[in-house]
């Protein structure tokens, strides 16, 4: 027997939306211990949020904010500070994680409506058009860039444009987008975005970071309903000594500064989100010849995770699937969808077409393993 897959730390690859494979030097640039008041820690927080602003050509009109924890935590920050207690969101839909910001919304008693979309179905831009033209209580539109749940992309550039023109602002979980897709502040229109130092950055989990312009979160003084996810109240103690409130997460801060050099050397979102497609097309590509079936149409695949159908082989196991990938190397995702029993593999990380093959190659050795030559679509 083959020895299984591993990453230069002997880790298996991760195929999956994050937390995900990343560097060796990624990890070792954890191995050193700063104060939180120590001047190196000091420049390296700033530059960090600097290149953030950068990321978005927001440098004139733009701040960024970091905040400890996963990404869900920097998107109930933006929901509890973007939005007052007495505005109302218009919540898009298509998928898990804009129900996740509905049930943020009650937790913090936040007044909101949905428009739902399937999950491989992407937003509807016209209902939101005519829902904006029609509700004037409606102050801010909430959207995923990229959901999770299927890969599917919205169509980020024409929502901005619509809400725009009817004067809310728009909030944007990027979680599964920024680094890999483009999202600049000079063709989309947004009060904030919020992404995490993992997934597409290629860093260590434990830092969100809300992406803000100025303008807008100079108004949210005051309606954080949470003491530790106020971004207002962070931002103000940022700029008055440079320094987190509470305990900042040290070695991930030192892992994403290090992230963000490899990513600068790949050639940004260009670079990073280039490997990512290459990787995807190929991962799907191999699926296919084996008879796989995807979710999505090519054209609304976001190069970040893949759903497949379920074979409907009597002879497929998706549980011994899993395990038996995983023993050669690869660990990947189960489904996460209501529409379709499926499973996902993601494209993301520090992996490349190489990885692809090697993944592509251990699905075909558990399919001999179960007496399966191709895959039958549902």
Known sequence: MTSPASSPTGDPYLLTPGPLTTSPTVKQAMLHDYGSRDQTFININANILDRLVVMVDGEDSHVSVPLQGSGTFVVEAMIGNFIPAGGRALILVNGAYGHRIAKICDYYRRDYVIQESAEDIPVDTEALDQTLDSDSTITHVVMVYCETTSGILNPIERIS?????????????????????????????????????????EGAPGMGFCIARRSAIENTKGNSPSLSLDLYDQWQAMNNNKQWRFTPPTHVLLAFNQAMNEFDEEGGVVGRGGRYRKNCDYLVSGMRELGFKTLLPDELQAPVIITFHMPANAEFDFDAFYEG??????????????????????????????HMQGALDAVKSILNQFGITRVQSV
Not at 176 to 195: H, T, Y
Not at 331 to 354: E, H, N, W
């Open 161 to 201: 444009e619509v809400v725009s023109r009817h004067g809310r602002g728009l909030l944007i979980d990027a979680m599964s987008a920024f680094g890999a897709l483009p999202l600049s502040s000079r063709n989309i229109e947004f009060d904030a975005v919020v992404a995490s130092s993992n997934k597409c950055l």
């Open 325 to 354: 990938l995983k023993e050669q190397g690869y660990v990947i995702y189960p489904g996460k969808l209501t529409v379709a029993d499926s499973f996902r593999m993601g494209c993301i990380g520090r992996l490349d077409q190489t």
